[in-house]
């Protein structure tokens, strides 16, 4: 007979571990509580966790019973700040692309077990795909895979370009069934505005970036249709943070060699100010110096080169003056057509939104152009978008003329009010360089677009479904088609890149989304520099013994650690994976992807004589060339020594260069104190250089002037 104390024992445990479960749900439910109900999505901390739940220590941020297409991550932020956190499609308010068509229950639903159900049945197909996944027919029906296939749709994306279907809504162009339907009717009525697909809505609507299955673009055969076309203006758009990576060297083989081009740097928003005056000439300078290693100066015919950032505006409406300057004929009307073209992630897609608010566009096409999908995601164009350029006659030119006179007073009067908040409050939003993008003649489209043409294209139209005459105004209409277009061709990945190697999670972390602040730390012989777990800085050896400064400019997220360099290869092994380190994130599944750390030997020069001068100017701080780790960032080395090598690693060992002279090469004077105890400089807030020569100027023209004053009282 078994001993009542037993069962008492028993029975006591499980008490105790209800009531301990009861606890942590009541706990539970609070929290979620107090989540904001905007957005209601998982809470930031879960974030740091492994994702993967292969492991046995770590648990997936994402819930199992939620399909892998639709992890992605929230947007959120002001103008120059974006953040991210972990979400589902499942978190975003119910509508016609969230909601699914219809619902499946599988076995593991059923409130008991069926005996006669076949061994490894399932509700799958063939193809692997769920039925959730499958287009409907007519009758509300599953069609079948064969049926299903020819589903596709010549009308694309307004926002992406893909091609509209209704297979697989893991990539993109998805569209449920009912909306493909009414987009066909659409297309059989005579077209229209076009829709956006389920990741362009969920990107622009809800600022949800899903982590989608997208193909890799034939960059080549895309492009290669431009080595017949010799008059067309090419806008190369590279990435001023990743020079020469954004580069894409096979360009002169792909659309011909040649060509007029404008090359255009983006994302100067991002730079700090320098402790030096001078610093825009200086990065224009250092763009125009890698085009040249590049070997594009020989090959195009390179008309200017403009600092913009899409973003922010800056640079725009002198890049859009540049372009009617240079690309308008005697006629007073542009030469050919305008394709953006360059590398992905460099912010092509940002600009061509940027030039479809301005005067380059025309003012009748400026609602009916649906604006370029736009995410940290690398690839997000795949087809070509376009708009209308407006034609540059001689008064259009002067009203655009006009106002930028009247604004530029206005413009210089905001620098001088965000360059005083800046000294006030220290908030380095105000360090960002921004401009107005305006439309000249948005307000004058009746003066411009004569109504008589209007009427008489109204005449030939067919009668809409709500009986009135006419149908919306779209670019396939007469007044737009034999004019000139800008064109946003897809972006390709660079030999030198490393983000086709990175998950989105990843990207988050490495991609910078603000300013840049650059962060500076004291090196000797036999440590090591690591940037997150993607890069690393071995210090391998120097003449004299002189101190090394190597300042950093990178994203945020990405954690610096400076330690011996025969503990790094231990510290690498027990922390690469966690998301402590900004990248890579994931468990060893994942890191098997990446391949090893690869590197090469990195020496840094100067002569005697510069040495010399730089020691009499007391200038031991002024950069002497940056380590450049691609799609990361860089590193600057400032040293009053000859002669330092260096180490550099990256995945693959391919993005590894050397930039002489530095991009920043006076930032390093921007550090603050040194922390006790670290070899790290406290990061100090971002500020406007001082232009000596100019106070030295208004210092002498007021002494002239008291002289002067006193020579008139003399007389």
Same mark, same amino acid.
């Given at each position: ?167 697989? +809504? /893991?990539?993109? @162009? *998805? !569209? ?6 009414? %987009?066909?009717?659409? $297309?059989?009525? &005579? ?82 100010? +320098? /402790?030096?005056? @001078? *610093? !825009? ?6 763009? %125009?110096?890698?085009? $040249?290693?590049? &070997? ?88 070509? !978008? ?330």
């Amino acid at each position: 007979r078994a001993n009542p104390a037993q069962f008492a024992s028993v029975f006591d445990r499980r008490r105790e571990e209800e009531e301990k479960l009861s606890r942590l749900r009541e706990k539970k439910e609070e929290k979620t509580k107090k989540e904001e109900e905007a957005f209601p999505f998982r809470a930031d901390e879960k974030i740091e966790e492994s994702g993967e739940s292969s492991s046995p220590s770590s648990s997936s941020f994402i819930d199992s019973s939620i399909p892998v297409s639709d992890q992605g991550f929230f947007i959120s932020g002001n103008l120059y700040v974006d953040e991210y956190s972990a979400a589902t499609i499942s978190d975003l308010p119910e509508d016609e692309m969230t909601v699914a068509s219809r619902e499946v229950f599988g076995c593991e639903d059923a409130v008991e077990t069926i005996d006669f159900q076949l061994p490894g049945q399932d509700l799958k197909d063939a193809s692997g795909r769920s039925s959730s996944s499958s287009p409907l027919d007519e009758d509300g029906g599953i069609m079948g895979d064969e049926e299903a296939m020819d589903i596709r749709s010549e009308r694309k994306c307004g926002g992406c370009g893909a091609n509209y279907h209704c297979i697989d +809504d /893991a990539l993109p @162009g *998805y !569209l449920p069934p009912i909306l493909f339907a009414r %987009e066909e009717k659409k $297309a059989e009525r &005579g077209g229209g505005e076009a829709s956006l697909c389920k990741r362009c809505h969920l990107i622009k609507n809800h600022h949800f970036l899903p982590n989608v299955n997208v193909c890799p673009v034939d960059y080549a055969t895309m492009l290669s249709k431009l080595r017949g076309r010799q008059e067309v203006l090419i806008l190369l758009v590279v990435d001023i943070l990743d020079l020469p990576g954004s580069i894409h060297r096979a360009l002169p083989e792909i659309i011909g060699k040649g060509k007029p081009m404008i090359v255009i740097a983006n994302k100067v928003d991002l730079l700090p100010p +320098d /402790a030096r005056c @001078g *610093y !825009l000439k200086r990065f224009k300078q250092t763009v %125009e110096r890698e085009i $040249a290693s590049a &070997g594009f100066a020989d090959s195009f015919n390179i008309l200017h080169t403009a600092l913009v950032s899409a973003k922010t505006g800056y640079g725009i409406e002198d890049l859009i003056t540049e372009i009617h300057m240079k690309w308008t004929n005697v006629r007073s009307s542009m030469r050919d057509d305008i394709f953006l073209v360059g590398c992905t992630n460099a912010g092509k897609s940002t600009l061509f939104n940027s030039l479809l608010q301005s005067d380059l566009c025309k003012v009748r096409a400026v609602d009916l152009v649906e604006r370029a999908t736009t995410s940290v995601w690398p690839g997000t164009t795949l087809s070509l !978008l376009k708009f209308p350029v407006m034609r540059p006659s001689a008064y259009k030119l002067e009203l655009r003329k006009r106002r930028l006179i009247s604004h530029k007073a206005w413009v210089q009067k905001e620098a001088y009010a965000r360059k005083k908040a800046l000294q006030t409050t220290g908030d380095s939003n105000m360090a960002v360089l921004v401009e107005p993008v305006l439309n000249t003649y948005k307000e004058r489209e009746d003066e411009l677009q004569p109504v008589a043409v209007a009427s008489l294209l109204d005449a030939t139209r067919e009668e809409r479904d709500d009986g009135r005459r006419g149908r919306p105004w779209s670019l396939e209409d007469p007044v737009f088609a034999k004019g000139v277009w800008c064109y946003d061709t897809p972006g390709t990945v660079d030999e030198e890149q490393i983000l086709d190697q990175l998950s989105l999670r990843e990207l988050v972390n490495v991609v910078p989304n603000r300013l840049l602040r650059p962060r500076t730390v004291i090196l000797s012989p036999g440590r090591s520099l690591l940037i997150g777990g993607l890069a690393r800085l071995d210090f391998l050896q120097m003449e004299k013994k002189r101190p090394v400064w190597v300042t950093v400019f990178t994203n945020d997220a990405l954690p610096l650690n400076v330690m011996e360099t025969e503990r790094t290869d231990e510290f690498m092994e027990r922390n690469r994976g966690r998301a402590v380190l900004g990248a890579p994130i994931g468990d060893a599944a994942r890191l098997s992807l990446l391949p090893p750390m690869e590197g090469r030997v990195i020496e840094v020069e100067q002569s005697e004589e510069m040495r010399r001068q730089r020691k009499e100017k007391d200038e031991s701080l002024v950069g002497l060339a940056d380590i450049v780790f691609s799609s990361i960032g860089w590193a600057m080395v400032s040293t009053h020594a000859r002669k330092v090598s260096f180490s550099a690693s990256l995945p693959g060992g391919r993005g590894l260069s050397v930039r002489d002279p530095p991009l920043l090469p006076y930032a390093a004077l921007l550090r603050g104190a040194r922390i006790p105890g670290s070899d790290f400089y406290k990061v100090n807030a971002p500020e406007f250089p001082v232009n000596l020569r100019r106070m030295e100027a208004e210092k002498n023209r007021r002494k002239f002037g008291v002289k002067r004053k006193e020579r008139n009282r003399d007389e």
